[in-house]
């Protein structure tokens, strides 16, 4: 191959702004602000193919701590998969695909990633299969008022606070992640305004707020309860959706999860728990 194979150069200024260069024209967001806020660490790996020092493709891994009923995991989601458009034809997705599968099937417990609508039929050339998630979901008839307090994550005091919490977190759902460096990349900026506060629990909340709520996660130094974290949101609410997984099912209607250009692939056996025991990957966990 006439192309050169690098990996981990997140330091190298001159590739990492080629990297974030191919990331934008591909993707319409790039990793710039994250890595100068210091979140870009060692979870987060690109493996690319470079043309002189022009990044052309890349498949980046990230290496995904997660706790699944009290027992560690360590999974690694496959993301940010791209192929500069004038390279295109060449394999050079796979190539970089078959590489990243060789470096680690034997290292994790499972190799995962979501695709989009167009590339359905590539994953499962590398004995990727389709997996069911599962999400929560109820009817709520909260009495009081909205008690729960809308963070601005651009003021500075605000945001050291917040992620100084995401950085110690405890777990809060059955299925949880553990990769700070992913929550921040998602806290500061997708889901910037999304950021709240119940003064109830002492807890912070990522959610969304359209008629219904979807709370993405619960962010705190302690177990919360949930009920009390919904009804902090008003009796403007009437249906809860959860991006998570909960300790508690009992109330919740359970129903097979689907998104748009958002397909669940998996790799390994361990995957077969998510299908059997009605599991929801977080949100804040899509890389």
């Known amino acids: 191959m006439q192309y050169k194979y690098i ?15 191919l990331t934008e024209k591909t993707y319409s967001f790039n990793f710039v602000e994250w890595f100068q806020n210091g979140f870009w660490d060692e979870n ?9 020092e022009k990044i052309i493709a890349n498949v980046s891994v990230n290496k995904m701590d997660f706790m699944l009923d009290g027992a560690e995991k360590r999974y690694i989601q496959i993301g940010t998969v791209m192929t500069d458009k004038a390279y295109g034809g060449q394999g050079l997705s796979r190539y970089l695909m078959e590489k990243v599968i060789e470096e680690y099937v ?12 167009q590339v359905l039929n590539f994953y499962p050339k590398f004995g990727f299969i389709k997996n069911k998630e599962y999400q929560y979901s109820k009817l709520v008839d909260v009495k009081n008022d909205k008690q729960i307090l809308h963070i601005n994550m651009t003021d500075s005091i605000n945001r050291i606070k917040f992620l100084e919490t995401a950085k110690n977190c405890v777990n809060n759902e059955r299925f949880s992640m553990h990769n700070f460096g992913l929550i921040a990349f998602m806290t500061t900026g997708p889901m910037i305004n999304n950021i709240y506060y119940c003064p109830g629990e002492d807890a912070y909340v ?37 991006g998570f997984t909960p300790y508690d099912s009992e109330g919740y209607e359970i129903n097979e999860y689907y998104e748009e250009d958002c397909t669940l692939f998996c790799l390994g056996k361990d995957f077969e728990n998510i299908d059997k025991r009605k599991l929801m990957f977080p949100t804040l966990s899509h890389a």
């Open 106 to 117: 034997n290292k994790v417990d499972g190799i995962y990633l979501f695709a989009n609508d």
């Open 206 to 242: 990522v959610a969304d707020i359209k008629g219904e709520l979807l709370i993405h996660q619960i962010i705190s130094l302690h177990r919360v309860n949930l009920d009390s974290i919904i009804n902090s949101f008003g009796n403007t609410i009437g249906k809860v959706y959860l």
């Open 44 to 52: 987060y790996i690109p493996y690319s193919l470079a043309d002189g």
């Open 7 to 21: 990996t981990n150069y997140k330091n190298n200024d001159i590739l990492r702004k080629s990297f974030n260069e």
